[in-house]
């Protein structure tokens, strides 16, 4: 399992998900309609570190934080 933390203006409570790659997070991330409008946006951070690799596996316990785009100064 792992923690899904959801930042700025996606404004969700995090949830844990039974995933073990990118990939399926991005899967679901497309199953869910609140979601699915920031999926080409998205950088994808685990354990405070951005991940671009698709195939990136993750360990039970990571903390994974969804960061949609932001502006400001």
Avoid: H
């Amino acid at each position: 399992m792992v923690i899904i933390e959801f930042l700025g203006p996606i404004k969700r409570e995090a949830i844990e998900l039974d995933i073990s790659t990118i990939k399926e997070l991005s899967d679901f991330i497309l199953k869910d309609d609140t979601l699915s409008t920031w999926a080409d946006s998205l950088a994808v951070g685990v354990n405070d570190e951005i991940i671009t690799d698709i195939n990136y596996q993750f360990k039970d316990g990571d903390r994974v934080t969804l960061l949609p785009p932001v502006c400001g100064g």
